[in-house]
């Protein structure tokens, strides 16, 4: 175990003393520095000192990855750390480098995984399940750790539109069953249109269903139902996060440099999002002309191809409605999937006038043809 | 896709009379405690040489933990006889079930038992004293015809050649004038019963899909030809014969296939002798569509269109239905002009649209069958 007096006072080292590649201990899925942080660190150095041990012929980082990686990328040859005395293996080190990280707060779940992938390359599994589980608040339960232990292998497309909170945890396990392109054409799908997580979850299922149907990739079927974008640089997006290092980046540089924005995080079009010919909706969508009404088109279409008889029969009602042109206060509904069962009609008026005036305009229904054509299949 | 083998190392049943080369895994044998001594479990025993049975309290069988390998020998405590479940939005022909046990070795993809029970063992219920009580005491009870058959929660035959329990119900419904056995199956398991003084009391009844959706779909049942030749050689012994074109699957060739199977099967049988053919599509309840996918991840039935029916099973869309039976019974009426085809747990509606003509309730779809059963 370590305890306080293990380690040293604040010690001056050399960068290149510290073995980077060696990320035993880095729990957190981004290790690399934001801007912002390298930014700081160019401008204040490292405040708060990091912990390293010395392994070797050089010196392991406990806690502090990122801020030695933003020294590294400012250029600074010296920083100031604490060292671990002692020979504690990675193991005993485990638990007080976990500490560490814990303290400065809960960790997003993204982290956690990369805290269980490093946990599970250095200790037991019914440890991992007994001890560290609880300590991230999860229960002891090999379930928890099967369904969390898989995140540490997202790319960073998916890991940063899982914090970014655009997909949740059910719809990022099930996007890591698919290949890796295939994977980014569905979450810049997810993020571009903005879909809500029930509209994911539909997404993905119909489109599972129709490569499965159809025996083709989704990379195959994606660009006929009008989708071709993928992403390089999920930074092109603005995610919560992505919109909150903009923002923070923004007043930064306006305030220290007077400069104007510098457009890393671009509201240009991503080169490399792409709209099948002909799709004008989705093109509408992409200029942010009517990107809802363009996201919705795709449900519809993707609708349309994994249930054609249902949407055909939906399409027909509505051109039998269309002609019948129904007052506004009179609606008609079908029965539920077209499965026989019952019709809902229904009636809207302010008071018994009201109700004399449309019970009059039924009656004139009753008579008309079209009427009676919508209940003739 | 080949048919699934048997696992290596495990006991089998095997016909007796020879006509199939079907074998069942079984490496388990699980007794309830209190019948060691049970005729039917000696003869069972007996038939099984190769497996150690372990006998356990029947209170301490926990079968939710069992699996599909275990073959399980217990009493039945509660009720034999059942009346099928139906809904109420569509039509039901108001069968009655007798439950001679649970779960089918044959193991089809779409098999609703996969999600249905609480085990995944095959269990045999002995205590067929107690059977056959409530049987004539039903039977007793009810003044008008009664449809019988064993074929809801496990298949009628797969286990005949073992348990011998169609032997024994065949020979008391033999005894019975109101009432009358209906055996369903999907194998060709007829060897112990085929010489059977059944008095036209017992109509054997195939379950009838093409080919390949036997080899892709119907695990261990079998094959399109085994079970025509063998309700062929039921009809020369003086049975009649039923035929369920249940579950229909939907696929691109369904219609040059289901044709195929029509024609091999009036080929085969002489339709004097059919007493009813029934027709089905493919529906099941939504939780069995992730057993499909992860029991048999080949399996492509569950990608069709499906909506949710009134009775909220998934179901292909009325008119795709329709225009199946419509096709379907087209095609039998070329072959046999005058008939008898129902729908099962379809409205009024598809049936008139499809074959024709519908029932006005249950009771009356009810009267049309029993009065098939009457025919000699």
New interface residues.
Partial sequence: MLHFEDISAIECMNLSEIDLSDRCFCFRFFSEPPHIFIDSVKRFGILYPPVVRAKGDSYQIVDGFRRIEAANVCGIDTIHCRRCKGSLTDADLFFPALSIFLSSGQPHIADQAAILYRASKLLANDIIIDVILPILGYPSSPKVLARLLPLAEMDKELGSALIGEKINHDMALSLMELDPQERKQLVSLFLYYNYSQSKQREIFEHLK??C??ENRSLKDVLPELGWEGDMEDISSYETPLNLRLKKENENRLFRHSGEGWNPGFSNETPMNLRFTKGDENAQKGFSGENKVASGEAFRQRLKER?????TG?ENEWKKRIKSLRLPPSISLKPP??????KYRLSLSFKDIKGFREEMAKLDALEKDDAWIKLFT? | MPLRKMTHGSSCLQNRSNCSQIRYPINRLIIEEGIRNDPVVIKILKALPGLSPEYIKNEEIDFSCLNHDTLALCRNKGRFLKPCPGTKEYLCCLYQFLNIGLNCPIDCTYCILQVYLNTNALVVYVNYDDLLSELGSEIMKNPSIIRIGTGELTDSLALDPLTGISLVLIDFFSRQRQAYLELKTKSDHIGDIIDLDHQGQTIMSWSLNPQNVICNEEGLAASLNDRIKAARRCQERGYKTGFHFDPILLYKEWEADYESVIETLFRNVDFRFITWISMGCFRFIPELKPVIQKRFPKSLIVYEEFIPGLDKKMRYPQPVRINIYSKMALWIRKRWPDAFIYLCMESPEVWKASIGYAPDDNLTLKSWLDERCRIR
């Avoid at chain 1, 539920?336 to 069962?341: H, I, K, L, T, V």
Wanted: aromatic share 18%; proline share 12%; charged share 35%.
């Fill in positions: 269903d129709i499965k149907k994994r249930f054609p008889t249902l029969l539920p999937y077209f499965e026989g069962g299949k």
